[in-house]
Structures are given as C-alpha cells and as structure tokens.
C-alpha cells in the first residue's frame, strides 16, 4: 500500500499597520549629571566637519559656544569668559570637549589649530571659530550638544523633584504651547524637572525677566497643558488649555522660562498634610524635620521655593492666605497684591471678590522685578510713612520666636524713625464703626470668608463641573477631597441671599479700614504700616486633627482679604524646637506680615528693598533653615 502523505497548506497573512512613531528628546550623563536633549536643535551649522574626529554618545559631542569678536580674540579673553561660565548650575566643564566661538563676520568656520586648558581641569579643548554669514543674529552663549551633522541642541539639566512640589514639569513646544517633559531620573516618586541654562539670556528692559526659572501654581491655565486644580477628576475631564492665563503670558512675554506646573490644594482650599489631600500626596515642607505641613493652597512653589536653588520664582495665589500661609512656614518672600491689579482670566476661581495673584520667592530683587511685569505701571515711594501698628505682637521677648520679632521691630523701627502703636482692632472697630452696625468685628465678619468662598466657587466651578462630567459619565459624581466638599456643603446650608450679605460685609469693612485704619497718602501712598506676625508653630503632618473645619471667624489675615489691601510676608529669623520626628533640635522661620492701603504694593515692595540694602532683611536660602543647611528628607 503506497504510504498516505498528508499536505498542510498554510495561509498567511499580511498585515500592513501604520504606526505613529515621534523622537522625543533622550536622556544622558555628562559628568554623572543628567540632562535631557530636546528632539529639536536650536539651529543646523553650515559645516560640520570639524566634529567628525570626537567621541560621541549617540552621535552627539558636548560643546561650549562662546560669543566673541574674533578681532579681538586671544587665549586669555576665552579663559577669562569661560571661567565665569562655572557659576551656572547646567553647565560643566564636561561642555569643554570642543568651544565653539561665535562671531559676526567671515563666510566659513575655521580651525585655529589650538587647544585651551581650563584653569584646574585637566583636559584641553579644541577651539574653532563659527561664522555667521555677516548676519547680526548670534547662538547664545552656552552648553550644547551637536550632532556629527552639525545639529546644535540646548539640553536641560535634570533635577529631582524630591519635595514632590510639580505636578507636571514642563518644556516649550511650538507656537508658545508647552508639553510635558519625556525624561526622568532616579528618585522615589520624585519626577525630573529640567532648566535651561541662565548663559542662554540676556535680561532687558523689554524682557527683565530672561531666564527666570517659574513654577506655576496648578490653576493657572498654560497653553498646550492640562490644568488639574488638584483633582484627578477634573485633569482627566477637560481638554488642555489652549492660551496661557493672564499672569502667565505677562511673566512669558517678559522672558520667564515655565519650568513645570506646581501642586495646589484642591481647587485651592486650604487643606492640612496628609489628612485632607486624597487626590495628590501634600508637598514635604523642607524646613526643620522635614514633616512640617507646607501650609496651602499654593503649597507646591512654597515647597519648591523651600527646596530648590534652582527654581527662581513661584506664580502662586491669594484667597485668604493660600500664598502667605506657605510663604510663612517655609520662610520666604510672599504677596498678596492689592486685590485687582491683574486680570485672573484663565485662572480657576474661588472667589472673584478675594482672589489675586502672587509670588512667593527667595530673593527679594527677583520678587520687585516680577511684580514690575505682573502689576503693571506699579508705583513705587523712597519716603515711608511714620505711623507703624502692630496688631496682637508679642509684649516680651520671653519666647525665642517673638525675640526674634521684637528684635525686627526695632529695627524697624529705627529705620522709620519711629515708634509702633499697638492696635486693638475689635476695640477701635467698637468706637469707630459704621452707622447702621450694631455687631462687634468677630460676629460681624464671622461666617463672611466661607459664604463668599463657598457659594461663588459652587456656582462658577462645582456646578458646572458636576452637570459635564454627571453627562458625560452616566449621571456619575467625580470624587472630591473632604476640604471641598465640607465648605460646599456649608454654602448649600445657606440662602443665596448670604452671598450678597456676604458681599455687603465686606465692602462696609473695607471702606472702614481705608478711612479709619489705612488711608491714602499723596506723598507716602499709605499714611500707615501694619504689621502682625504668624509666629513659628509646629504642624506635623503624621498626626491627624480631625475632619477640615469651614474657615470662620475673624484674624489678622482676613484683613487684607477684606480690605482688599496689600498685605506682604517677609521672613526675619528663626527660632529653635525639639523635633518629635527627629528627637533633634530643630528650626522654623519666624516672619511678620506688612500691610498697607489698598495700591501701596509699591511702598512695601521699596520699603524690602531698603531694609535688605540696610541689612535687615536677608536672601531666604533653600534647606532645612532660611539660612541654608541639610534638607532632612532627601
């Protein structure tokens, strides 16, 4: 019997898939420092040769370019600017492998057949003169890297964000968009922020801000991102924002470079470390044990001004003390501007009668330039007033906290020329209040904060909020923090009609202050100063208080609120605790808030100035203290 062959007949298939593949950018070690190389360089040399005989990583070679008149060039004028370049935190000396000098004139690039040695390194450099074709444009100053085609890439150093201070670190993308950052680097739940370099930018006085590194609180709008409010929900629901914010685009326009978007308690109401904030883990204050609450609601740029030399300025907000709050506990420089001096279009509101835009910084000179972008046309005064209150300061300097503010007062005091005057608020309000009012200062401004925070947020944010998302969703509710939810539902427990008393209130007292307390002054802008202080108190974030509370009652900080002022904290010292964290010693800032009528922003602001030029007032540094030290949490 012949033999049975059985025949298998295979078919294949071919499928033809069209992919969407996008570079990206790449991530790499110069020197054991990481940097990310954007996808697109900054510009395409004309010839390249020169780079074929290097090393390389992935094609790309580190170079320095150096702008200088070759007519002038000499060895020592290249050593002489190339050694200033170590004072940027982007660039090192790995960047040497090859200087590129930049200079106007010429029609090739040419090989001076030399080398250049760095003072203390022990590697040379080759030199090489780039010409521009006659053209008048030149590469900026700096570290790059450059591809064997000849491809000049400007790469951001990395950092991690270990204080957990972003929620999304950013990079530009085209047509004034921004895009999230493709890289990261080693760290515990810590993404990577990356910067330019400052060797890039020139500041002038069309753009006083070139090179200033920005955080942005996380309600702002940026075009091209998503902004989450501080909810999941929320981040996931709407599109990206398709213009920048108005505060955003005036800093943009004057030369800052956005750096990331930064944490905010949820739809910026206050909320304590760990206990309240669901969505998002709270930032790590870096002062004293580290596990302090950061304060908030722009608790990231408080914790990334705490944190980070190289942040430079945090875009934050102002309700009822979402600025000063982290400015106070992690000791830095914070505004609460008079309230209107710019436009929040873009900006997700709490309450349009309170709301404003600030900053919170170390330095004080960054601080006055950003505020002359932001607040346009800002006046400012080289005469201040003589009428200094205080208002609840401590009488004796028993506790070292208040040691520490009587010793500013005094200070200040001598640099005035004059002498404070207690204040008694309930007590002058008393004697002094509007006809028509019969309730003392407390009761009559009680529950005046959370009706105009609760009500005009769920008209403009929740509501609308809850109707998209419930259509979109199957009649679904997105979560919502406990913070949120108990100041809602407080403002639900009310009468529409609270809104407008709520709005009466505030108007009757701030008319109040501006006649009573703080009037204008046509030579010192205000006839007065107030100052009161936050003290130094720990607030641990491991140890939980109980539920949030609606925020009633009156204090100091519902001043500026109310009175619409400008109301600026400004850190003086520090005083010592004995940590439960550590069972070490450990410090806290001390500030005092300094307040004004309402538009005299300038006058503090030159009055900072002054007091830093007269060494009363110093640079906050990053650390553990205002004056520097190890970050325990790292």
């Not at 022990?122 to 074709?133: A, F, K, P």
């Not at 900026?140 to 991690?160: D, E, I, K, M, V």
């Not at 809602?488 to 009757?508: M, R, V």
Request: with cysteine.
């Amino acid at each position: 019997m012949a033999p049975l062959y059985l025949l298998a007949i295979f078919s294949i298939c071919v499928y033809h898939i069209t992919a969407s593949l996008m570079f990206t950018g790449q991530t790499l070690l110069l020197n054991d420092i990481p940097y990310y190389v954007p996808a697109t360089p900054l510009i395409t040399l004309p010839s390249s040769s020169f780079l074929a005989d290097f090393d390389s990583a992935e094609g790309l070679v580190p170079v320095t370019v150096v702008a200088l008149p070759t007519s002038n060039f000499s060895l020592s004028i290249l050593e002489a600017v190339v050694s200033g370049f170590g004072v940027d935190d982007v660039w090192n000396e790995g960047f040497l492998e090859a200087i590129l000098i930049q200079s106007i004139g010429g029609s090739a690039v040419t090989y001076l057949n030399t080398s250049f040695t760095l003072p203390g390194a022990n590697e040379t450099s080759t030199v090489y003169v780039l010409s521009s074709n006659g053209s008048a444009s030149t590469i900026p100053s700096g570290p790059y890297f450059a591809s064997n085609t000849g491809s000049l890439y400007q790469p951001l150093r990395l950092y991690s964000d270990f204080a957990g201070a972003f929620t999304q670190p950013l990079v530009s993308g085209p047509n004034g968009t921004y895009t999230a950052l493709p890289a990261n680097i080693a760290g515990i739940q810590s993404p990577a922020v990356g910067v330019p370099s400052r060797l890039y930018y020139t500041q002038t006085p069309q753009q006083p801000l070139a090179g200033i590194r920005l955080g942005v609180k996380d309600i702002y709008d940026v075009a091209g991102v998503k902004t989450s409010d501080g909810n999941r929900a929320w981040y996931g629901f709407y599109p990206p924002a398709t213009a920048n914010a108005v505060p955003v685009q005036r800093l943009v326009d004057a030369g800052a470079v956005i750096v990331g978007k930064m944490k905010t308690s949820q739809f910026a109401n206050g909320e304590t470390a760990t206990a309240d904030w669901v969505d998002y883990h709270s930032p790590f204050n870096p002062r004293g044990d580290g596990y302090q609450d950061p304060s908030s609601s722009s608790s990231g740029p408080g914790a990334g001004e705490g944190s980070y030399p190289w942040l430079d300025l945090g875009l934050g907000s102002d309700t009822g003390g979402s600025i000063r709050g982290p400015s106070q506990v992690q000791g830095l420089f914070g505004n609460r501007p008079s309230h209107g001096l710019v436009s929040l279009e873009g900006v997700m509101p709490l309450a349009p009668q309170l709301d404003t835009a600030g900053f919170i910084t170390r330095d004080p000179n960054i601080w006055v330039e950003a505020a002359k972008v932001l607040y346009a046309d800002l006046p400012f005064y080289d005469t201040y007033p003589k009428t200094l209150y205080t208002v609840d300061f401590p009488t004796s300097g028993d506790d070292e906290a208040d040691a520490v503010v009587l010793d500013f007062l005094g200070k200040l005091e001598d640099f005035l020329g004059t002498t404070s005057t207690a204040l008694n608020l309930s007590t002058l309000w008393s004697t002094t209040k509007p006809q028509g009012v019969d309730a003392d200062l407390d009761d009559f401004l009680n529950i005046t904060y959370p009706i105009l925070i609760s009500k005009e947020q769920t008209m403009l944010v929740r509501d609308p909020f809850y109707a998209a998302y419930a259509a979109a969703h199957d009649g679904r509710r997105p979560f919502i923090d406990p913070a949120p939810l108990i100041r809602w539902a407080f403002g639900d427990s009310y009468p529409n009609s609270t809104l407008t008393d709520a709005i009466t209130n505030k108007t009757i007292f701030q008319n109040w202050w501006s006649s009573q307390v703080q009037l204008n002054d046509s030579i010192t802008c205000s006839n007065s100063l107030l100052l009161y202080t936050a003290g130094a108190e720990t607030v641990y974030r491991n140890e939980y208080n109980g539920p949030p509370q609606v925020p009633a009652g009156f204090s100091p900080s519902r001043i500026s609120p109310f009175a619409s002022n400008p109301d600026f904290v400004i850190p003086i010292g520090e005083a010592a605790y004995n940590s439960t964290i550590t069972l070490h010693t450990e410090y806290l800032p001390v500030t005092v808030d300094i307040l004004a009528a309402k538009g005299c922003d300038g006058l503090i602001f030159s009055l900072v100035q002054d007091l830093k030029e007269a060494g009363i007032v110093n640079t906050s540094l990053t650390g553990g203290t205002i004056y520097g030290g190890e970050i325990l949490l790292r």
